[in-house]
Structures are given as C-alpha cells and as structure tokens.
C-alpha cells in the first residue's frame, strides 16, 4: 500500500516505515489490563487477528495455550510463520476483496495454517477477537472494519487502540481515522455493542473523545432472525 516495493527494502522493513514512533512499551502498559479483564471472563477465543501487528504483536501478550492461533497482519510483514502464529504481508484495504490476487493468496496461506478447506469453510466466520493497533489512520477505516467484520464471529469482539492524527501524517490516508466519534457508526451499522471505551492519556476534566487515545471494545451482535 505504502512504501518501496518489497525487493527495494532493507532487512527491518517496519523501521523504515514507523521507526521507533509507535511505543511498544506504551501499548503493552493500556492492552495488557485489558486483555487479562477478557481473558478472565473468556472473551479472547483461540483464533485471533492483529491487524497492524508491527515487529511487536501487542497480541503476543496473550497466554499461549492449546489450539490458541494468531494472525498477525501488517504491510511490512515478512510472511513467516509457527505452530501458532501466521504473519501476512497484506494491504488491509485488500481484506475480504477476493477480486484482489493479494488477497487470494493470503487467504490460501490462511486455510493452510488453520488447516481448513479453502472450498468449504473460508467463507464462514471464523475469527473469535480482531485487535487493531494505531493502523485506522493509515486506511480507509470504514472499507477495513466492514471487511474485518466478515470473518468476525457473532459475540467475537473488536479491540481497537488509535490515536487520530499521531503517526507519519505523509502516509496516511485521506478516508483514515480523523474522528474517534466516527467509529460508533460504523460499528453500529456493522452489528456491534461498544463494551467498553476509555481515553487513557485524556486531561482531567476534558470531556472531548474526538481526537484523543481511544481503546475500544466492540462486541459482534447475535444476527437478527
């Protein structure tokens, strides 16, 4: 989506596009609590998607545990892969669009490693908790949340941690994060409940959520029969 094509760039490829500007430290200090909080009410599952994952998948604070996967994209991700984690390099925007060569493969590459048939269950919902990392600036966040929302079990959950506006503003997207608020649309029209929002790095006193640190749940509604 950004950037050198691949054979141009050098060996730490998310150097070169976020150098040290995203805080691991930081992340793992505001998802860690929360994580730990789902894991206790058994709200994780075992197939989750890090969007954004970055050299430092936030999700890898996650307890490993038997039949526990995870699916760490990025755009700069080096397409390898273990027992129990995958990492694609993939265009987020290319998510859900079969049309699209990219994604086609990333998708063969996960029936692999989930060990389903391409034919018979790609299509299904799969994906128990998706966790979205300081990326929905840098996308057309509404094109990548509607197609994330495809793959999302019913009562799977969103865990989204953004900041508007903070990042390499010469890559980011014209239809990316500008507005917090404009994330509760989305999610409504997509089926979703915001379990919980907190604005960890707001001044006291301050009652505006639109362009502060947001980390949001979003839970996926039961579908209406």
Known sequence: MFGKKPEQRGANLWQEYWGETYAP??????LKPLFDELEKE??????????????HPVTRLLAIRPGRKR??????????????????RLDAEKIGQLDQMSFRKALLRVC?????????????????????ADTLNYVD??????????????????IILNLPYRGNHTLFSDLGLKDNRQLYPVLEERGFEIEHKS?????RNETDESEELIVLVARKMQAQT
């Open 25 to 30: 430290e930081l992340k793992q200090r505001l």
């Open 42 to 55: 058994g709200k994780i599952g075992n197939l989750i998607v890090d969007l954004g994952s970055g050299a």
């Open 71 to 88: 699916v760490c994209i990025d755009i700069a991700a080096d397409n390898a892969g273990s027992v129990d984690e995958l990492r694609l």
């Open 112 to 132: 692999g490693f989930l060990e389903i048939d391409l034919r018979k269950d790609a299509g299904k919902q799969q994906v128990d908790t998706i966790v979205i």
């Open 141 to 158: 966040f509404r094109k990548v949340l509607n197609g994330l929302a495809n793959y999302l079990k019913p009562n799977g959950r969103i």
């Open 199 to 203: 604005f960890p790095k707001r001044p």
